[in-house]
């Protein structure tokens, strides 16, 4: 059994130091033990307030880096610039680590899109998949106390009191049960709904000054499909639900694997599964693997959420890093389900109607899709601009569908393109549309980034249509 202190120690040299401010890491050590004792801030006046404390201390940060350089050579710039960088990194750790819920949601974003925020900030932010500072072991005792009216060393054989994993809305601890399973035992925060409730409030404070704009309605509906696909989350029985069903869609033949559930043991705030053992994948690229390795993982990963999106017409929509396992005999691990979109009937028609507008090249048809995507009647009510931004994003969406043999979702010009994309559709103000795209763009650009990171190439036109075979879209 890991001792506070041990963890406290993995995790201090898991993160880079702040050169400037911090060499040794003693600041840092005592950030880590402080947010390990607090209790995670549910209110809205403290979480906002902590923000704004850590925006100035951010922009101070760089406003001494800009007096600082302004008479240094280009190499000591680029010095001073990294620090500055890593200083306001491990400040937003730190923040995002103590408010945890939505917050720390943000930074896993931050963390898992390469290439679109500074190395030192994505090196730092990447510990919140699955390196946060873990809850003090008293307030999961209190957990338990609340759920079964029993202490963890008594439900389970063996509890590890320290957590293996600890994340935004949770943290994770190996057991063993009375009968000899090993186990992972996902331990909810407390309050941690609340402060989701509290941030999305925030929000809609912040943005008030919008709210004589045409797109003010549309801005409200994305931020309550937002809180909705966070709050989902924190249902850990509903999460046990889609964990069942994504077993069953799954054989020993596919080598993706999906943890039991164990029932007697879940609650609404605690989930018991099936302990899989193997690596995330910062561990399993430390190993230097072939490309062989990372194509048949990549590969995996395809055929896992193509099956669910073709069978069960699910989007999962959050395909971070710390979701995916890499195990030892080269079967891939599939381990949280709870930010898990089931499409309508609606959702589902309109979804598989615009990709087989792009697969027929339908462009008049593929126009009313994106037109609908956006929330306009008719393509023609939409500047040209606006749909052609539109619509190209979509057709980097599709690349993979349409190209014969391997594709190369390492290709950083590939993976580029959709950034930009995206980044001038906001820049432009193109951001209406339905709600499901909130979902779906987690779906798509998690998955791609994390393809990206894994440098891996897989058939995935010849996956798609394996695994949409009897499948067809209703056009009417």
């Not at 925020?117 to 873990?134: I, K």
């Not at 009216?149 to 063996?158: C, K, Q, V, W």
């Not at 999305?200 to 509906?221: E, S």
């Not at 929509?317 to 691990?333: E, K, S, T, V």
Request: net charge negative.
């Amino acid at each position: 059994m890991r001792s506070d202190k041990i963890i406290e120690t993995e995790l201090l040299e898991l993160l880079p130091k702040d050169r400037a401010n911090d060499p040794t890491g003693k600041r840092l050590a005592e950030l880590l033990a402080r947010i390990s004792m607090k209790k995670i801030p549910v209110n809205s006046f403290s979480r906002i307030w902590t923000l704004g404390s850590l925006q100035a201390r951010v922009t101070a940060g760089y406003l001494a880096y800009w007096l600082r350089s302004r008479f240094r050579n280009a190499d000591e710039k680029q010095r001073l610039k990294s620090e500055a960088h890593l200083a306001a990194a491990l400040q937003l750790f730190g923040a995002m680590g103590y408010l945890r819920g939505a917050v720390m949601k943000v930074g896993q974003m931050l963390a898992n899109l390469p290439e679109v925020v500074p190395e030192e900030f994505a090196e730092v932010l990447s510990a919140l998949h699955f390196e946060a500072p873990p809850m003090h072991f008293a307030m999961v005792r209190e957990v338990f106390l609340d759920e079964f009216g029993r202490e963890p060393e008594e439900l389970f054989a063996t509890f590890d009191r320290q957590a293996f994993a600890a994340a935004s809305l949770g943290q994770v601890h190996r057991a063993r049960l009375h009968s000899g399973e090993e186990v992972a035992v996902k331990i909810q925060y407390p309050g941690i709904a609340r402060t989701i409730k509290a941030d999305l409030r925030n929000l809609r404070l912040l943005l008030q000054p919008l709210c004589l704009t045409i797109d003010w309605q549309d801005t409200l509906a994305k931020l309550a499909d937002i809180e909705r696909m966070l709050l989902m989350e924190t249902d850990y029985t509903q999460e046990a639900m889609f964990c069942k069903l994504a077993r069953s869609a799954f054989t020993a033949a596919d080598q993706v694997v999906v943890p039991r559930i164990y029932d007697d043991y879940s609650t609404a705030r605690v989930l018991t599964a099936e302990y899989l053992p193997g690596c995330h994948i910062n561990d399993f690229l430390a190993t230097d693997p072939g490309q062989g390795e990372r194509d048949h993982f990549t590969r995996l990963l395809t055929v896992a959420t193509y099956r669910l999106y073709y069978r069960l017409h699910w989007l999962p929509a959050d395909p971070h890093p710390g979701n995916f396992i890499f195990m030892p005999d080269g079967r891939l691990g599939l381990i949280d389900f709870g930010c898990t979109l089931m499409l309508n009937d609606e959702e589902w028609i309109f979804s598989n109607v615009a990709i087989q507008a792009a697969l027929d090249r339908d462009l008049p048809g593929l126009n009313r899709s994106m037109a609908r995507a956006c929330r306009f009647d008719d393509p023609d009510d939409m500047e040209p601009d606006h749909l052609e931004v539109i619509r190209q994003g979509f057709y980097w969406f599709m690349e993979p569908w349409q190209q014969e043999g391997l594709f190369d979702f390492g290709d950083r010009d590939f993976f580029m393109r959709g950034i930009d994309n995206v980044m001038e559709a906001t820049r432009k103000g193109y951001t209406r549309s339905l709600p499901m795209t909130i979902w779906s763009n987690r779906f798509t650009f998690g998955g791609r980034a994390f393809c990206y990171k894994l440098k891996g190439r897989c058939e995935f036109r010849d996956i798609y249509l394996q695994e949409s075979a009897g499948v067809q879209p209703n056009h009417t």
